[in-house]
């Protein structure tokens, strides 16, 4: 069976402090991979998603980038993160064979906290 | 820009009683649409799709589209305590899916 693993579970950081967080599929292949944050009182924004290995697409221009190393390997990183990156992040993946679009499977998210 | 709006709420109903929540999106290109509950401090989880105009059922779960007003709705039957979360309709535009802010649900018991 499939699984999505995502770390850490919560995360303080200072201004200016860099950011990596990871997020990995097992049990399938060629996923579809998403990072969504959800801030307080907002919906879900989606912030990156892959078809592919290093094939990105970028929804929100902001400090944020992301990177597809592997297969089933998603990482969001920022070199300097800013009070206004708070908030809890997602990762989600769909199979593009078998699910229909817009059937995501989730992480358990990363509650991050910027002081 | 591609929108898609939800009521916040709260929306309190009694156990037992239908719970009804609402969506409407602004693409008319949207193929495929999707409710997602959402308990607090968890991630969501998808409930129900559907793509076609019509009702869908499953189980006490019933979603509604209809296209030409690009309204989406999910009715809940037998309204439970355990129902008492947010609902978050997702909308599937050129396989990116944009989702509302969500409805939160109090079931009364």
């Known amino acids: 069976s499939q699984t999505i693993h995502q770390w850490p579970a919560t995360l303080v950081q200072p201004v200016g402090s860099p950011l990596s967080l990871e997020c990995t599929v097992e049990g399938t292949s060629n996923p579809n991979l998403y990072w969504y944050r959800q801030a307080a009182g907002r919906g879900l924004q989606l912030l990156f998603y892959?078809?592919?290995?290093?094939?990105i697409s970028s929804e929100v221009p902001q400090n944020l980038s992301a990177s597809r190393p592997q297969d089933r390997q998603f990482i969001l990183s920022s070199k300097k993160l800013l009070l206004s990156d708070s908030g809890f992040y997602l990762c989600a993946w769909n199979d593009p064979i078998r699910d229909t679009p817009g059937k995501l499977f989730f992480g358990s998210g990363t509650q991050l906290s910027v002081l | 820009q591609k929108e898609v709006e939800q009521n916040s709420g709260p929306l309190s109903v009694p156990e037992g009683a239908i719970a009804s929540l609402n969506c409407t999106y602004s693409?008319?290109?949207?193929?495929?649409f999707f409710w997602y509950r959402q308990y607090s401090g968890k991630s969501p989880e998808l409930i129900m799709f559907i793509y076609s105009n019509g009702d869908k059922e499953d189980g006490r779960f019933t979603a509604q589209l209809n296209k030409a007003s690009q309204y989406v709705s999910l009715l809940i039957r037998d309204s439970q305590p355990s129902d008492s979360a947010t609902y978050l309709c997702a909308v599937n535009v050129d396989d990116k899916i944009i989702f509302g802010k969500g409805t939160r649900l109090h079931i009364l018991p």
């Open positions: 892959s078809v592919g290995i290093g094939q």
């Open positions: 693409d008319r290109g949207s193929q495929s």
